[in-house]
């Protein structure tokens, strides 16, 4: 008879996340890292009694055998912080997130649907409604009249790539291996959420030990089938002017390598998705920047003229296609390398369903020495790289040092302080496109602008999560002041645990990406600016007198504020060197006044209104259709 250990169903739970272990490549990783909380009455005396009976010293590695714990302010910044942990630590690693019931618990939901959209692990514990009923409702219950097995936690079933409901203790051995199985699978990966009832959680059972014990997921690199890779390889042999376009999935893989030597070989230029940015350094003579709505003009000009697109690790969303406009060679074709068979299919394109590194690896071996870019080709994108680079010194450059700096100067100046150590975290707003424009990335984890769901709020949690996972690196978290104001809290928590992220935060008095966006389809910036009403009714008074720098010195927060180009230079540098969370402030001024970055190279579908009075309306439904009747759908 095997040996059994009694436990409550959370410290159970506890005790088997603590014996966890992916591996790749030979090298091993803890999946559940640590565990965020924000406890209440569904989850205090359940998973808040077993983290701390556990230990939790924030003691991390394979060694460690407690759950360290981390306290939280708000449950999506958690989450947040959890993804920005897994992304750096190329899903390999991840965090648990723990909240009660009811409000704690559905906070959770846009944290799980950016993790889910973006393929990053976290694993999700909400406490739940009391499985054995012993009144209802209690507190924070949702009550639905067709259904006594529903709660609040069901809205995290569609934003997670698996979920179950622990009504009975020994229910949590099948749900927990069920749990790990996906996190560490890089096909199926995502949140994944266990639902575990507070009467559960609390409730004792006799575990096999054998539940408890190490267990190591591997982390598979499939090969591609050898029909598909021969394929490919007379795809690629067949192209006159081929084009590479990287996502996440070549970071997730950690394929940059055999990027570069794949690139190296043939001399086909690559292009980048925002996830994608930084597969190969900005210096790299094959690498043409950012594609798509927010892309180079030397990246999006080859997209128009390519034979032959070869997407490696991408999803290919609306930004990368601008809306299905961008490619319009009659006759191109796509490669999609791609872990699942999901996105290699998109685009018609032809499926090379296997890990980024190795497919890149075989893809080459299969080609051999016996295809490259013709010499014009190269010297055609190279030119047009050397022109694009003109643009991006125009940009940063400030001729006059102590005026206010426009945003890309605010970029250009810390650009040139950086090196590739630094890791620069955004999100949304308008930073975003001038970033996959602008931006110079120098290491291949150097970008993390996360824009699967580009999520307001998320730079300042997800800046503690890389922090955590690459200690001693500085992080920038870049955020403006709409973004800002939607989740400031864990500020808190980065001065509780004494990690120097450094904030800048951009005061631009409103959400500028909308506002810009809103003035293009005939919107007039109606509601985007954060303004006092005037007398017609309409925010156009003065700016609202917010001190968004008072704000984050008020949460503990060493903060700079920087009124000039100089001025930023300098407190920029210090931040740097500082060993405390340290806020950059400064306002910006507005690409109306002052030369911005240049616009959208391609275009991006937002429908403008099909009949209005307004004439700003009318003319962008012209401009609208006139774009529209560029798309096709590639079959």
Same mark, same amino acid.
């Given at each position: 008879?095997?040996?059994?250990?009694?436990?409550?169903?959370?410290q159970?739970?506890?005790?088997?996340?603590?014996?966890?272990y992916?591996e790749r490549?030979?090298?091993?990783?803890?999946l559940?890292?640590?565990?965020?909380?924000?406890?209440?009455?569904?989850?205090?005396?359940?998973?808040?009694?077993?983290?701390?009976?556990?230990g939790t010293?924030?003691?991390?590695?394979?060694?460690?055998?407690?759950?360290?714990?981390f306290?939280?302010?708000n449950? $999506?910044?958690?989450?947040?912080?959890?993804?920005?942990?897994?992304?750096?630590?190329?899903r390999?690693?991840t965090?648990?997130?723990t909240?009660?019931?009811?409000p704690?618990?559905?906070?959770?939901?846009t944290?799980?649907?950016?993790?889910?959209?973006?393929? +990053?692990?976290?694993?999700?514990?909400?406490?739940d409604v009391?499985a054995?009923?012993?009144?209802?409702?209690v507190?924070? $219950?949702?009550?639905?009249?067709?259904a006594?097995?529903?709660?609040?936690n069901?809205?995290?079933?569609?934003?997670?790539?698996?979920?179950?409901?622990?009504?009975?203790?020994?229910?949590?051995?099948?749900?927990?291996?069920?749990?790990?199985?996906?996190?560490?699978?890089?096909?199926?990966?995502?949140?994944?959420?266990? @639902?575990?009832p507070?009467?559960?959680q609390a409730?004792?059972y006799?575990?096999?030990?054998?539940?408890?014990?190490?267990?190591?997921?591997?982390v598979?690199?499939?090969?591609?089938?050898?029909?598909?890779?021969?394929?490919a390889?007379?795809?690629?042999t067949?192209?006159?002017?081929?084009?590479?376009?990287?996502?996440?999935?070549?970071?997730h893989s950690?394929?940059?390598?055999?990027?570069?030597s794949?690139?190296?070989?043939?001399?086909?230029?690559?292009?980048?998705t925002? @996830?994608?940015?930084?597969?190969?350094?900005?210096?790299?003579?094959?690498d043409?920047?950012?594609?798509?709505?927010?892309?180079?003009?030397?990246?999006?000009?080859?997209?128009?003229?390519?034979?032959?697109?070869i997407g490696?690790?991408?999803?290919?969303?609306?930004?990368t296609?601008?809306?299905?406009?961008?490619?319009?060679?009659?006759?191109?074709?796509?490669?999609?390398?791609?872990i699942?068979?999901f996105d290699a299919?998109?685009?018609?394109?032809?499926s090379?369903?296997?890990?980024a590194?190795?497919a890149l690896?075989?893809?080459?071996?299969?080609?051999?020495?016996?295809?490259?870019?013709?010499?014009?080709?190269?010297?055609e994108?190279?030119?047009?790289?050397?022109?694009?680079?003109h643009?991006v010194d125009?940009?940063?450059?400030?001729?006059?040092?102590?005026?206010r700096?426009?945003?890309?100067?605010?970029?250009?100046?810390? !650009?040139?302080?950086?090196?590739?150590?630094?890791?620069v975290?955004n999100?949304?707003g308008?930073?975003?496109?001038d970033?996959?424009?602008?931006w110079?990335?120098?290491?291949?984890?150097?970008?993390?602008?996360?824009?699967?769901?580009s999520?307001m709020?998320?730079?300042?949690p997800?800046?503690?999560?890389?922090?955590?996972?690459?200690?001693g690196r500085?992080?920038?978290?870049l955020?403006?002041?709409?973004?800002?104001?939607?989740?400031?809290?864990?500020?808190?928590t980065?001065?509780?645990?004494?990690?120097?992220?450094k904030?800048?935060?951009?005061?631009?008095?409103?959400?500028?990406?909308?506002g810009? +966006?809103?003035?293009?389809?005939?919107?007039?910036r109606?509601?985007?600016?954060?303004r006092y009403?005037?007398?017609?009714?309409?925010?156009?008074?003065a700016p609202?007198?917010? !001190?968004?720098?008072?704000?984050?010195?008020?949460l503990?927060?060493?903060?700079?504020?920087a009124?000039?180009v100089?001025?930023?230079?300098?407190?920029?540098?210090?931040?740097r060197?500082?060993?405390?969370p340290?806020?950059?402030y400064?306002?910006?001024?507005? @690409?109306?006044?002052?030369?911005?970055?240049?616009?959208?190279?391609?275009?991006? !579908?937002?429908?403008?209104?099909?009949?209005?009075?307004?004439?700003?309306?009318v003319?962008?439904?012209?401009?609208y259709?006139?774009?529209?009747? @560029?798309?096709?759908?590639? +079959?």
């Amino acid at each position: 008879m095997s040996s059994t250990r009694r436990l409550t169903v959370a410290q159970a739970l506890v005790a088997f996340l603590a014996r966890q272990y992916t591996e790749r490549d030979g090298r091993r990783h803890r999946l559940i890292n640590a565990t965020w909380g924000i406890f209440g009455h569904g989850n205090v005396a359940g998973l808040g009694q077993a983290l701390l009976e556990s230990g939790t010293s924030p003691t991390s590695g394979p060694s460690a055998t407690g759950m360290p714990y981390f306290q939280g302010r708000n449950e $999506q910044a958690m989450v947040h912080a959890a993804v920005g942990y897994a992304r750096q630590s190329r899903r390999l690693s991840t965090h648990a997130v723990t909240t009660s019931i009811g409000p704690g618990a559905t906070n959770l939901v846009t944290g799980a649907a950016l993790a889910t959209i973006n393929r +990053l692990p976290v694993l999700l514990l909400p406490g739940d409604v009391f499985a054995t009923r012993p009144a209802d409702p209690v507190l924070q $219950q949702l009550e639905v009249p067709y259904a006594g097995d529903v709660s609040v936690n069901d809205a995290l079933r569609p934003v997670s790539r698996y979920f179950d409901r622990v009504t009975r203790p020994e229910a949590l051995i099948p749900a927990a291996l069920q749990a790990m199985r996906v996190l560490a699978d890089p096909a199926a990966t995502g949140a994944v959420t266990l @639902a575990l009832p507070q009467d559960v959680q609390a409730e004792a059972y006799d575990w096999p030990e054998e539940f408890f014990a190490e267990r190591v997921w591997q982390v598979r690199r499939p090969r591609p089938d050898l029909d598909a890779l021969d394929a490919a390889r007379r795809a690629v042999t067949g192209a006159r002017r081929p084009l590479i376009v990287v996502g996440g999935g070549v970071h997730h893989s950690e394929a940059e390598e055999a990027l570069r030597s794949f690139a190296d070989a043939t001399g086909i230029p690559v292009a980048s998705t925002q @996830a994608g940015k930084g597969s190969l350094p900005h210096d790299h003579p094959c690498d043409v920047g950012g594609i798509g709505h927010t892309g180079t003009a030397t990246a999006d000009e080859l997209a128009r003229t390519a034979d032959l697109v070869i997407g490696v690790g991408t999803r290919w969303s609306d930004f990368t296609t601008a809306s299905a406009t961008l490619f319009q060679n009659p006759g191109v074709r796509f490669l999609n390398i791609n872990i699942t068979a999901f996105d290699a299919h998109k685009m018609s394109g032809l499926s090379l369903v296997a890990d980024a590194r190795t497919a890149l690896e075989e893809l080459a071996a299969a080609l051999g020495t016996r295809f490259r870019v013709e010499p014009a080709y190269e010297t055609e994108y190279a030119d047009d790289k050397e022109r694009w680079e003109h643009r991006v010194d125009a940009a940063y450059e400030a001729e006059d040092p102590d005026t206010r700096p426009t945003q890309p100067q605010v970029l250009g100046a810390l !650009d040139a302080l950086i090196t590739g150590e630094d890791i620069v975290i955004n999100a949304a707003g308008s930073l975003p496109g001038d970033l996959h424009k602008l931006w110079r990335a120098r290491s291949a984890d150097q970008y993390h602008v996360e824009y699967g769901y580009s999520c307001m709020g998320y730079e300042i949690p997800a800046a503690i999560g890389v922090g955590m996972a690459a200690p001693g690196r500085p992080v920038w978290a870049l955020v403006g002041d709409g973004t800002y104001l939607m989740n400031p809290t864990e500020i808190v928590t980065a001065v509780q645990e004494n990690i120097p992220i450094k904030v800048v935060i951009l005061q631009n008095h409103g959400y500028a990406s909308i506002g810009g +966006l809103s003035e293009s389809v005939g919107a007039e910036r109606f509601g985007t600016a954060y303004r006092y009403r005037a007398g017609d009714g309409t925010y156009t008074g003065a700016p609202l007198p917010v !001190d968004l720098a008072a704000n984050a010195a008020s949460l503990g927060m060493r903060v700079i504020r920087a009124k000039t180009v100089r001025d930023l230079r300098e407190a920029l540098a210090e931040a740097r060197e500082a060993d405390v969370p340290t806020g950059v402030y400064v306002e910006t001024e507005t @690409a109306d006044t002052v030369s911005g970055a240049p616009p959208a190279q391609a275009w991006w !579908d937002v429908p403008v209104a099909e009949t209005a009075t307004r004439p700003s309306a009318v003319k962008a439904r012209e401009e609208y259709d006139r774009q529209v009747a @560029a798309r096709r759908r590639h +079959l």
